[in-house]
């Protein structure tokens, strides 16, 4: 039995007072999900720091939203994996689709960082999706089956045992559409499909998560499909209250 996540991506939003207010509200309406449902946030590295010192007593984990697919050196600018697991982080958001589309990430570099993630003992969050032309084109299943597979043949098993996958149509995301639960379920059903053709036992463990304007209203509905293991939510996890009806819709 999967237990079911919700993470949250803060992406570049925040101050100081308010990743504490939004810090702080999140530690006291956890309490009541500890050990019903995982839940963890990825806020703007700069804020790492002040997110662990809140969470630290384990509840809510925490991650970055990106790391450098070098290990060390001269890379200004970027944040390497063994920085984020000195930070307390248990999660490493890899390829989500602003920085495929407005970075020009490549599969091979979220293969590099999907392996640095695993290697380290991390969790990576591995982001795949369709964009609407894709999707109108017909090609979602083809688009996606490439970027998990991508993973599935350059990385020895040992570094995926944790590896969990976030199913994101770009359409959905940030624009208030969402996929259907259909959608979803099929979509995820696929994905667990592949999983099953490399390796049943890993199948059955890895969780994938819905994300794409999940919000308190809308995500019991979206949660419902059997291979919708909780969501990777956005703007609706900048509200606290709202994040935390979402978190507890996956419970
Ligand atoms: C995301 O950025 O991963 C996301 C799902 O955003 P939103 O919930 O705002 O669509």
Not at 54 to 82: D, M, R, Y
Not at 92 to 115: F, M, N, P, Q, W
Request: charged share 25%; aromatic share 6%; glycine share 10%.
């Amino acid at each position: 039995m999967r237990k079911q996540l919700v993470a949250g991506n803060w992406k570049m939003n925040g101050s100081r007072e308010s990743v504490a207010a939004l810090t702080e509200g999140l530690k006291s309406g956890a309490a009541e999900l500890a050990g019903k449902v995982d839940v963890a946030v990825f806020p703007s590295s700069i804020f790492v720091q002040r997110v662990a010192d809140t969470l630290s007593s384990g509840e809510i984990a925490w991650g970055v939203q990106n790391i450098c697919t070098e290990e060390k050196g001269a890379f200004t600018g970027e944040i390497s994996i063994s920085m984020a697991k000195d930070f307390g982080c248990e999660m490493i958001l890899v390829g989500h689709s602003e920085r495929r589309s407005l970075y020009g990430e490549t599969d091979a570099e979220v293969v590099t960082k999907v392996r640095h993630a695993g290697k380290a003992g991390l969790i990576p969050v591995l982001c795949v999706g369709e964009t609407l032309e894709e999707r109108e084109a017909d090609k979602t299943m083809e688009v996606v089956a490439r970027q998990v597979q991508v993973v599935l043949n350059e990385i020895q098993s040992e570094y995926l045992e944790k590896l969990v996958i976030a199913y994101e149509p770009v359409w959905a995301i940030g624009t208030g559409l969402t996929a259907s639960p259909e959608q979803a379920q099929e979509v995820h059903a696929a994905i667990r499909q592949l999983l099953t053709e490399h390796d049943a036992d890993m199948a059955a463990r890895t969780r994938i998560l819905y994300g794409g304007s999940v919000k308190g209203s809308n995500a019991a509905e979206i949660f419902t499909g059997a291979d919708v293991d909780g969501g990777l939510v956005g703007g609706a996890s900048l509200d606290v209250q709202d994040f935390l009806t979402i978190c507890r819709a996956a419970s």
